[in-house]
């Protein structure tokens, strides 16, 4: 669905002016929709109140893989085709060891970084969606939405300028 | 935390944010200067020579090469080891010195990430080879195949090794890749060019650097770099287990793979010193990889070294207080003294004797001492690889079928090619790719002044 929403843009020139009006926007009750940083800013991540759990995937994915690996030596070297080194055990499990570990490393990168790609939607030849196109250079970003922001915009903009903006502006978009 | 005021600055020059962007980003949008051509030029001529070569090996087979019944491995396997040593420090950079929060690593990383990649390549193309018939390589995935049912043999090092090389190349040029990704959106969002900013455009995934994306990407980081410190360790334990399973004297022994794994380590580091020492001359990255970079990287290089050392005098000793007489044979009639003297002692003096040069603060601090101390180090780390697998094999335990050992120009030229495919990756990279992870220089650029946040009460350390 296509819809028109209006954004409001606050721009900062540096980190600390970023995060001080965030935490005074949080203060405020007010509802921010994304924060766009050159790099990442830990403040701003705890302050989102965003949660990822990729590191539980990654442990799961984990399990599954060292499964899937030590059952596949065992059919393979136990069930399918076991083969007699004068007495030796066919389930040599020692020697298995190295090949799970290695293994089992290989299938956590590949699922995590499928994860990864899925659930923050980054893929090769997708056109990124710009709210301010300097965020990627030396600018900081605050987006929030004028439907949802739950303060009037001459008071964030106040807000916003108060600490330090160097820029608050206002931007349509089309997309979702 | 770094110290700046003990340590040094870790960029020079009070720079903005669009200043580091600009200048990281100065080797891209620049003309290709000309000794870029040449050196290029060169590299392909050496590229040139390793695939005919290897032409030769695959028409004409193995038997173009020196190898014999005796000393069955040769400058190949040589050049496979020191290839994946050199291969580590990618890893090493990365993943070590992010566990350790290393803040210093954030601009030499991405070189050596780079040149992880191409190194690994150059060793994979090795032990292929060295199959006689490489079309056949498929053999070794594990598949139920048309033979029958027969599996691959999951007790053997030769097999782990496929493994943990696949599994390595894999996760390391992923790492690679993943840490360029908010770099590409920053060239896709400065770049004047239509072009640049359509390729640099398709390559970034859309990137934004919302604090979504910032998230996940940081739990990947830290999810990968985990799980591969762990490879980093088994992967070179691994090529040694290829040696000390067999029953050679001067093979057979507990020490391997901690003595690979650091020496792996060792060697990558030296790479990496002679890469940077080239970022900071030809591209003048100067400001970023300061003479305070330089210096961590040669004090850890000296640590290294005492432990290759030690692990040289460990050998020596035990094959005397083992009291086997194949083992003292083997270090003392074939290895210090004998024909092949001369690489061992290359190997004792320029792994564990020249490094410790960088003791002194004025050699840590001298660029071109610290380039030619890298350079000889990659050499007495080949040296060693030699000794390893020439010294042990050419005498064995039956004096009737001892051999000697030497290259034909076919192994030579194959060693050759892949240097120039390595040369030739690298200055790719230096041509097309941001050298140093912009995204993380800029981070810490705000540790470049000193800091007042941390006496502010209730004030969280973010690199903690």
Not at chain 2, 87 to 97: Q, R
Not at chain 2, 232 to 246: G, L, N, P, R, Y
Not at chain 2, 277 to 289: A, E, N, P, R, V
Not at chain 2, 300 to 324: K, N, R
Request: one cysteine or more; charged letters at 15%.
């Amino acid at each position: 669905m296509i819809t028109n929403k209006k954004y409001l843009v606050g721009v900062f020139d540096d980190e600390h002016t970023l995060k001080d009006a965030f935490q005074k926007a949080l203060d405020k009750g007010v509802v921010i929709e994304e924060v766009y940083t050159p790099y990442p800013i830990h403040e701003i991540l705890h302050g989102m109140k965003y949660k990822t759990h990729i590191s539980h995937a990654a442990f799961f994915f984990g399990l599954f893989g060292v499964t899937a690996i030590i059952g596949g030596m065992y059919y393979a070297a136990v069930i399918d085709w076991p083969l007699l080194f004068g007495g030796k055990p066919f389930n040599t499990f020692p020697s298995f060891i190295v090949v799970s570990i290695v293994a089992t490393i290989l299938t956590i990168t590949i699922l995590t970084l499928l994860t990864f790609s899925i659930r923050s939607k980054i893929y090769p030849g997708k056109t990124a969606d710009i709210i301010d196109i300097r965020a990627t250079d030396d600018k900081f970003i605050i987006l929030l939405d004028q439907d949802k922001m739950g303060i009037e915009i001459p008071a964030v903009t106040q807000l916003f300028q108060s600490n330090g903006a160097s820029e608050v502006y206002q931007k349509e978009s089309t997309s979702n | 935390m770094y110290k700046t005021d003990v340590r040094g600055k870790l960029i020079d020059g009070e720079k903005s944010l669009s200043q580091i962007s600009q200048e990281i980003l100065a080797p891209i949008d620049a003309k290709t200067p000309r000794w870029w051509y040449i050196a290029m030029g060169i590299s392909l001529v050496m590229l040139v020579l390793g695939v005919k070569s290897i032409y030769i090996t695959l028409t004409e087979g193995i038997g173009t090469w020196g190898v014999n019944s005796t000393v069955a491995w040769g400058w190949e396997i040589i050049n496979f080891v020191w290839w994946i040593g050199i291969g580590h420090a990618g890893t090493a950079f990365s993943i070590f010195l992010l566990i350790l929060r290393q803040k210093w690593r954030t601009a030499i990383n991405r070189a050596a990430e780079a040149m992880t990649v191409v190194a690994v390549f150059c060793a994979a193309l090795f032990p292929l080879m060295h199959m006689g018939r490489p079309w056949l390589f498929f053999y070794i995935f594990p598949y139920p195949n048309t033979r029958g049912p027969l599996w691959v043999n999951f007790n053997s090092p030769l097999f782990w090794d496929f493994m943990a090389i696949s599994a390595y190349l894999l996760i390391s040029a992923s790492f690679w890749y993943f840490g360029m990704v908010p770099d590409f959106a920053t060239i896709r969002d400065t770049t004047k060019s239509k072009i640049k900013k359509a390729v640099y455009g398709f390559f970034a995934f859309g990137w934004t650097g919302s604090s979504r994306e910032w998230l996940r990407y940081e739990g990947l980081a830290f999810v990968l770099g985990g799980i591969a410190a762990v490879l980093v360790v088994s992967v070179h334990s691994i090529v040694s287990t290829d040696f000390a399973v067999s029953v050679e004297p001067g093979w057979h022994t507990t020490l391997f793979p901690p003595y690979f794994v650091v020496g792996a380590i060792f060697s990558g580091f030296a790479m990496v010193l002679t890469l940077v020492t080239l970022m900071k001359k030809l591209y003048k990255m100067g400001d970023f990889i300061t003479e305070n970079h330089v210096d961590a990287v040669c004090r850890i290089l000296v640590f290294i070294s005492l432990i290759m050392g030690t692990a040289y005098i460990t050998e020596i000793f035990i094959a005397w207080y083992s009291g086997s007489e194949y083992e003292m044979y083997t270090f003392f009639k074939n290895r210090i003294t004998g024909e092949y003297a001369m690489q061992f002692w290359g190997m004792f003096i320029f792994n564990a004797l020249l490094p410790q040069l960088f003791w002194s603060r004025k050699v840590r601090r001298n660029l071109w001492v610290v380039f030619a101390i890298s350079l000889f180090i990659n050499l007495g780390m080949w040296f060693e690889r030699f000794n390893i697998v020439v010294t042990s094999l050419s005498k064995n335990y039956l004096p009737a079928s001892w051999a000697e050992y030497h290259p034909t120009w076919v192994e030579i030229g194959f060693f050759v090619g892949t240097l120039g495919m390595f040369a030739a990756g690298v200055l790719l990279f230096f041509r097309y790719i941001p050298q140093i992870a912009i995204s993380e220089v800029k981070m810490i650029s705000k540790y470049n002044t000193q800091q007042t946040d941390h006496l502010k009460p209730g004030h969280h350390h973010d690199y903690e």
